[in-house]
């Protein structure tokens, strides 16, 4: 019994020196990975025979290990026993001295006849070219900043300066109809509120006193001829009695001021001309013992409980402001106030000198805060639907193209094009190239724009500017 026992424990003892020297030796061979070169991510053509620093870009030059390239040479398929292919995944073959060229498969370019060498998913040079590569250190000594592009509402400002006018339908102009002289002035200055119907002046003319004594003995012979036998004197008589009164209001002679000429039969030496609206008199023709003529106008009375505001906005914002669009309007003389208004009209040219579009609005004006030639500052808030939006930062844009740098993580940034849209109060619509969640650069992104454009054109690769 104990011989036995004694054999089972040496077999044991063989059988666990096998295993952990088969072990051993794994791990031996491993740790010993044979180093082909040392080669810059950025630029694979970049080569070197020990670790250090790329001259080019300051890079941290890594290990080509001969496993990998055997994996490589083996498309994926695992080789020897003992080597393994490495875990990440390969993303394409490319070409080391023509980085452009890739392949989804082992072999050579067919240009070159250079062998292709794999690149794996993570790696620099699986990204776009211009992708740059910053140590967390550098990151903070520049100032990089990141944001995440996200769904939001948009909603836009868009600011004219503008100008208070009145409003040209409640402007009332006073003439008179017949010639004649002033007497007596009532509306004797320029801003004089005047409500509608209140005296203004008095005048006398010599043919408006003869159309009322045509008039009065109109009315007399009519009375004289009411029992008359002859009809047709009497309807006579009427006709002319009606056309002397028609001609008495065409001279804008009130019904009331007829009714007190037929009343006290006595013609009226002075005629009183009356204010057709309330307002303010904003122009004065009216003196006293003044000539007039019907083409004299006399006053302007002008209606300021609502106003027009004529506000210039750049032709770029014309097509987000339209009839209908409501603004806010602010004044030096209200700080921290603001009042409503509405846009009426749209101008259809463009003035040629400063580029804008004039736009008329209404505005309500209750308490007279807008006074005529007033300037105010106009903004119109545009409101809209949900937009994928960005910060405005985070766009660098030449004109033509429109670029934003985006946070693989590890520090590397890749150059993405996109396409914006309308600005958004700090914020920027994106049509293409982003989606919701992406993290992009806010902050210090000119000068990885100037990196990767110097990376771009030292190793080859297409250049994003």
């Not at 990151?139 to 990141?146: A, C, D, E």
């Amino acid at each position: 019994m104990k011989t036995l026992l004694a054999v089972v424990l040496i077999a044991a003892g063989f059988g666990a020196g096998y295993f952990f020297r088969g072990r051993g030796g794994e791990a031996g061979k491993e740790g010993e990975r044979k180093i082909l070169y040392w080669y810059d991510p950025m630029h694979p053509a970049y080569k070197a025979d020990k670790a250090g620093i790329a001259p080019d870009c300051g890079m941290q030059l890594v290990p080509k290990y001969a496993d990998e390239q055997q994996a490589a040479a083996a498309a994926g398929q695992e080789g020897h026993e003992g080597h393994a292919m490495p875990q990440s995944k390969v993303a394409f073959y490319r070409d080391p001295q023509a980085p452009e060229y890739r392949s989804d498969k082992p072999g050579l370019n067919p240009e070159t006849g250079n062998e292709l060498v794999a690149v794996y998913e993570g790696d620099a040079a699986s990204m776009a070219p211009g992708t740059v590569q910053v140590s967390t250190e550098k990151q903070q000594l520049i100032g990089i900043r990141t944001a995440v592009v996200e769904l939001g509402q948009g909603s836009q400002t868009v600011r004219a300066a503008g100008r208070v006018m009145a409003d040209e339908t409640r402007m009332a102009r006073v003439h008179t109809r017949t010639e004649g002289w002033i007497e007596k002035v009532f509306a004797d200055f320029i801003g004089k509120e005047v409500k509608q119907g209140q005296p203004l002046l008095t005048i006398y003319s010599p043919e408006l006193l003869a159309t009322q004594q045509e008039y009065l003995l109109a009315l007399k012979a009519q009375d004289a001829l009411a029992h008359s036998p002859l009809g047709s004197t009497h309807g006579q008589m009427s006709s002319l009695l009606e056309a002397s009164r028609r001609r008495l209001e065409l001279w804008n002679l009130t019904a009331q001021q007829i009714e007190e000429l037929g009343r006290t039969q006595q013609p009226v030496r002075n005629i009183t001309v009356y204010s057709p609206a309330s307002g303010f008199v904003m122009t004065r023709n009216a003196f006293p013992n003044q000539q007039v003529k019907p083409e004299t106008e006399l006053y302007t009375v002008v209606d300021l409980s609502r106003v027009w505001i004529l506000a210039d906005v750049f032709e770029s914002d014309l097509p987000l402001v339209r009839v209908g669009s409501h603004a806010r309007l602010m004044l030096a003389s209200m700080p921290g106030q603001s009042l409503h208004g509405r846009v009426v009209y749209v101008q259809p040219q463009v003035q040629a000198e400063t580029r804008t579009v004039q736009v008329r609005l209404e505005a309500e004006n209750p308490r007279l805060h807008l006074k005529p030639e007033m300037f105010v500052d106009v903004e119109f808030v545009l409101g809209g639907g949900t937009r994928l939006m960005a910060p405005v930062d985070a766009v660098l844009d030449t004109g033509t193209k429109q670029t934003v740098f985006l946070d693989r993580g590890n520090g590397f940034f890749e150059p993405r094009r996109v396409t914006i849209g309308q600005r958004y109060d700090g914020r920027v619509e994106i049509l293409s190239g982003l989606q919701a969640g992406d993290r992009i650069v806010v902050s210090g992104n000119f000068l990885l724009d100037s990196e990767s454009q110097l990376q771009s054109a030292a190793g080859g690769g297409h250049s994003h500017d």
